[in-house]
């Protein structure tokens, strides 16, 4: 199977920065779309930042010009580099991943890890 790891959260001041990896490990064919999606606290889990196989980016309209998504293919890892954070960016971040492997192609999901915004 495949597995998403993330690591790199934390708790930050109002303007500061973080940023966030996710290693994906396992019995890996190929990859597709990488990306990252957040859940605040009593919200919808909402899309942050894709990243596909043919490197186009897309980001929510939130964060656009403060975080970067960017992908490392030959470590199957994924960074969201987040800068001038704002307490409205507190939330779980999780990493996601289209994945193909060798029975198959499905979508997978890490553990999530906590970004806190805050003085």
């Known amino acids: 199977q495949v597995q998403l790891v993330e690591s790199g959260g934390g708790l930050v001041q109002p303007g500061g920065s973080l940023r966030l990896s996710c290693a994906a490990s396992?019995?890996?064919?190929?990859?597709?779309?990488m990306g990252w999606y957040r859940q605040a606290p009593g919200k919808q889990r909402e899309l942050v930042a894709t990243?596909?196989?043919?490197?186009?980016?897309s980001y929510a309209d939130s964060v656009k010009g403060r975080f970067t998504i960017s992908r490392d293919n030959a470590k199957n890892t994924v960074y969201l580099q987040m800068n001038s954070l704002k307490p409205e960016d507190t939330a779980v971040y999780y990493c996601?991943?289209?994945?193909?492997?060798?029975?198959?192609?499905?979508?997978?999901w890490g553990q999530g890890t906590q970004v806190t915004v805050s003085s």
């Open positions: 396992g019995s890996i064919q190929s990859m597709n779309i």
């Open positions: 996601y991943a289209d994945v193909v492997t060798y029975v198959g192609r499905r979508d997978y």
């Open positions: 990243f596909t196989s043919g490197g186009r980016t």
